[in-house]
């Protein structure tokens, strides 16, 4: 029987979970031996390898997180830690290997691929969506039901204090999250990396908004933005004249109950990527758009820039006046 093996690379996120699940039962419906890979590459290159049964996924499925842990390696981008990862696969006969996380996850594997012949199939998951070449990565709908259940409940206490509040999304470089959410919840601002910003420009329309009644504002803002978000909060004190606060909400986003949206996608996702791998297809990410699956190189995927989708952008200034 061919082996088969699956890890966790770079940050968690809800999804993660319901793939392994699926991972040990596709699997072995396909007639292959699934092994866990434990704490990512790092665990690749320790020879944390295990064969995974029934009884290893058993009540995972709504768990946030992953049950087989994940991390960051740096010893993976050093060739002799790669030869070290080889060997621990040789020993257990792993022939494939499934890989969810990033971009960076993805380039690692292609070197490791090339050098040594290794077949994987990578599938995208990262809360911050943004790897080229994907329109929906795993974790980010199961982000966004906790963003806005985060806002829904601060709106509350906006409305009843007439305060503003500056919410800080998680997304590194990528302002999808917040974007996003921004448009679900009915905010008055949305700052992100993509789009160029003058808190000025704001002033004169958020002055006349409460003039004319408005007793609170819900500001949210991505972390990659060039300007913190108590500076963002000042400006509303100092020039629009209203009380702000501020609320970061971290890491809560990557955790959590998984969305049934993430459980299905995480179904699709481990069954494409298996499916490629007995179909020869041996070194590509599996990507989600306009509604289907298709197989990329990485060349298409981790080493091209990922932009906005244009229409979301044009909601944005819209909402704005921008």
Request: charged fraction near 25%; glycine fraction near 10%.
């Amino acid at each position: 029987m061919k082996k088969i093996a699956i890890l966790c690379s770079g940050g968690d996120v809800s999804g993660m979970n319901p793939a392994l699940k699926h991972f040990v039962e596709y699997s072995i419906q396909k007639g292959l031996t699934p092994y866990f890979i434990y704490k990512g590459f790092e665990g690749l290159i320790d020879n944390k390898i295990k064969e995974a049964s029934y009884c290893d996924v058993a009540g995972i499925i709504n768990k946030g997180g992953t049950k087989i842990g994940s991390s960051r390696s740096q010893r993976f981008m050093q060739q002799e830690y790669r030869k070290q990862a080889k060997a621990n696969l040789e020993k257990h006969g792993i022939t494939m290997l499934v890989v969810l996380g990033g971009d960076g996850s993805f380039r690692g594997m292609e070197v490791f691929y090339k050098e040594h012949g290794v077949a994987f199939c990578g599938i995208p998951s990262t809360i911050d969506n943004d790897i080229a070449g994907t329109s929906y990565c795993l974790g980010v709908d199961t982000a966004l039901n906790i963003i806005r259940n985060a806002l829904d409940a601060i709106r509350d206490t906006a409305s009843s204090f007439s305060r503003a509040f500056v919410i800080e999304t998680m997304g590194r470089e990528c302002g999808y999250l917040a974007l996003v959410s921004a448009l679900t919840s009915g905010a008055e601002l949305c700052l992100i990396p993509e789009v160029p910003y003058d808190l000025k420009s704001y002033e004169k329309n958020f002055k006349e908004q409460m003039k004319n009644g408005r007793n609170y504002f819900i500001a949210i803002v991505s972390e990659g933005i060039a300007q913190e978000s108590k500076e963002i909060a000042a400006w509303f004190e100092k020039s629009v004249g209203m009380e702000a606060r501020v609320t970061v909400l971290g890491h809560i986003q990557r955790g959590g109950n998984p969305t049934v949206y993430d459980r299905l996608m995480a179904y699709k996702f481990v069954s494409h990527a298996i499916d490629g791998l007995l179909q020869d297809k041996d070194d590509a990410v599996i990507c989600f758009n306009d509604g289907g699956f298709s197989y990329k190189s990485i060349n298409k995927v981790a080493f091209e820039k990922y932009e906005l989708d244009y229409e979301l952008l044009n909601y944005l200034k819209d909402m704005q006046n921008v």
